[in-house]
T-cell receptor
């Protein structure tokens, strides 16, 4: 079993919809949680960075962490065609250097 | 643009060969990380250097090695290449070497082994 599980999709929604992306994990030592966006043939771009449990909002994006359930989410409001990309969750524990990534979810927003 | 640069963008080579991938971190960043992204394995951490010293090691094969130079650029050397080494190789950098530091990724090098 992988440390981080993420549904690879693909996920296709109409423009303006609310998108929910999720990851589950098994390592209770994970403390830092990130969401990266990766456009085709590009490097991952950091979108959201949260520490421990709670919510963080940045414009149309909201990240949620529920450590008791070992579950993290990214919500995208008023989705745009430019949001079409692969979204990767990543996490690491205190003192660790490496990021552990989910498989990524391929998202398409249809105009 | 993250500020991390990688060269070359694409590399096509034959099995058994050796290649070198290069990475320049963002200005001021001391840590460099290397990751491999393949369709079946996703993004996998290979190795990290901090200010010239190896800091952490992940799923890096013995045929692979890396180093970070005094000017902080890093090179990843892949030898005795196999078909399964075909993947995207990303470099990331961060200011320090701790778990709180955000990592910024370069555009990647696409390696094709034929």
């Amino acid at each position: 079993q992988k440390e981080v599980e993420q549904d690879p999709g693909p996920l296709s929604v109409p423009e303006g919809a609310i998108v929910s992306l999720n990851c589950t994990y098994s390592n209770s030592a994970f403390q830092y949680f990130m969401w990266y966006r990766q456009y085709s043939r590009k490097g991952p771009e950091l979108l959201m960075y949260t520490y421990s449990s709670g919510n963080k909002e940045d414009g149309r994006f909201t990240a949620q962490v529920d450590k008791s359930s070992k579950y993290i989410s990214l919500f995208i409001r008023d989705s745009q065609p430019s949001d079409s990309a692969t979204y990767l969750c990543a996490m690491r524990d205190q003192g660790a250097q490496k990021l552990v990534f989910g498989q990524g979810t391929r998202l398409t927003i249809n105009p | 643009d993250s500020g991390v640069t990688q060269t070359p963008k694409h590399l096509i080579t034959a099995t058994g060969q050796r290649v070198t991938l290069r990475c320049s971190p963002r200005s001021g960043d001391l840590s460099v990380y290397w990751y491999q992204q393949s369709l079946d394995q996703g993004l996998q951490f290979l190795i990290q250097y901090y200010n010239g010293e190896e800091r952490a090691k992940g799923n890096i094969l013995e045929r692979f090695s890396a180093q970070q130079f005094p000017d902080l650029h890093s090179e990843l050397n892949l030898s005795s290449l196999e078909l399964g080494d075909s993947a995207l190789y990303f470099c990331a950098s961060s200011v320090g070497g701790t778990s709180v530091d955000e990592q910024y990724f370069g555009p990647g090098t696409r390696l094709t082994v034929t």
